[in-house]
């Protein structure tokens, strides 16, 4: 009988210990079950069960990681304390997360120690933290940055204060403050999608006149070039014509920026270039200029019929 009892209690046990393992998945069948029906909650679940020691855990947020189910990654490393640096081959998990956009885990992640430097990759332009935060206007995200001791380059300066994607003046006017201590190392003419900042800030619609001009002139009281502008085509019948269009040109017209750009030194003379572009995008023999009468042009040389006789003159140098 005693025997009877000890044969049943340890029989017991065993089957208590083999349902805590039944039906337990593989850390690699866990995550891609995640993965597939979107549901994080599923595997923190599976975690509190019990039915995963720490090296477990641990090959979870690894391959969550590896499979750049990044809200995932971050779910199981901040709930069970795991190394903060947590990466790919490719990316970092505050990395991943900072692509994707989820600033406050991204921030989370700061916080809980982890190193703010992408894994850069030759072929890929996302691969700053401080540029990709400003550029959305994550200010928190950059402010923590600012702290952990990163250094803004004139890139983050431009789409933060262009607010080429991110769209409000009103972080784009805080992004000039939070630099303000970095301001003598910026190129504050630096070019982004063949645009100099001031052009960009000029011309951006999606600010008002007020808010461009305001920070137009921020930009201007820094050292920003007002004849720093853009290559323009001026597409004419007989050929094509390069000319610089600079921000002065690009709003004249409007009072608030006519004025502000002429206090700063912006070069009226620039106008007259673009109207001879449009002159010489269409002249062809025969036409009049201020040198003589057009006779024959052969690619960038004109023949000109003046009162002493005839000569070539280079195109660019025919005034209207």
């Known amino acids: 009988m005693k025997n009877t009892f000890k044969a049943s209690l340890a029989f017991g046990i065993i089957s208590i210990s083999a ?8 850390p690699d069948q866990l995550v891609f079950d995640a993965g597939i029906n979107k549901d994080n909650k599923a ?6 069960s019990g039915a995963y020691a720490k090296p477990e855990i641990e090959a979870i947020a690894q391959k969550a990681m590896d499979q750049r189910l990044c809200s995932l990654a971050y779910d199981v490393t901040s709930n069970y ?14 990395q991943c997360l ?13 916080k809980q120690g982890a190193n703010p430097e992408f894994i850069k990759e030759a072929r890929y332009e996302r691969n700053d933290a401080l540029e990709e935060a400003t550029a959305w206007g994550a200010i928190d995200v950059v402010d923590e940055l600012l702290r952990l001791g990163m250094k803004p380059t004139s890139k983050a300066f431009y789409l933060g204060v262009s607010g080429h994607y991110h769209s409000s003046y009103e972080t784009a006017v805080k992004f000039v403050d ?3 201590p970095f301001m003598s190392s910026f190129d504050l003419d630096y ?3 063949n645009k100099p900042l001031l052009y960009e800030v000029t011309t951006e619609r999606k600010f008002n006149v007020e808010q461009r001009r305001n920070l ?3 930009l201007l009281d820094n050292g920003a070039d007002p004849n720093k502008g853009i290559n323009k085509t001026e597409y004419g019948s007989a050929r094509n014509v390069d000319y610089i269009e600079t921000p002065y040109m690009a709003v004249k017209g409007i009072p608030e920026f006519t004025s502000l750009f002429l206090a700063y030194g912006a070069n009226p003379e620039y106008e007259q270039m673009r109207e001879q572009a449009k002159f010489l995008a269409n002249l062809k023999p025969g036409d009049k200029a201020q040198q003589g009468l057009i006779i024959e ?9 003046e009162e002493s006789g005839q000569r070539w003159i280079q195109l660019q140098g025919i005034e209207p």
């Open 297 to 305: 042009i052969k690619s960038n040389m004109a023949l000109v019929q």
């Open 191 to 193: 070019v982004f999608v």
């Open 19 to 26: 349902c805590s393992t039944f039906g337990k998945k593989s």
């Open 178 to 180: 939070m630099f303000k």
């Open 81 to 94: 304390q795991l190394d903060p640096n947590l990466k790919s081959k490719y990316q970092t998990l505050f």
């Open 43 to 48: 595997v923190i679940e599976a975690i509190q």
């Open 98 to 110: 900072l692509l994707d956009k989820q600033y406050d885990a991204a921030l989370s992640m700061l």
């Open 216 to 218: 137009a002139k921020m």
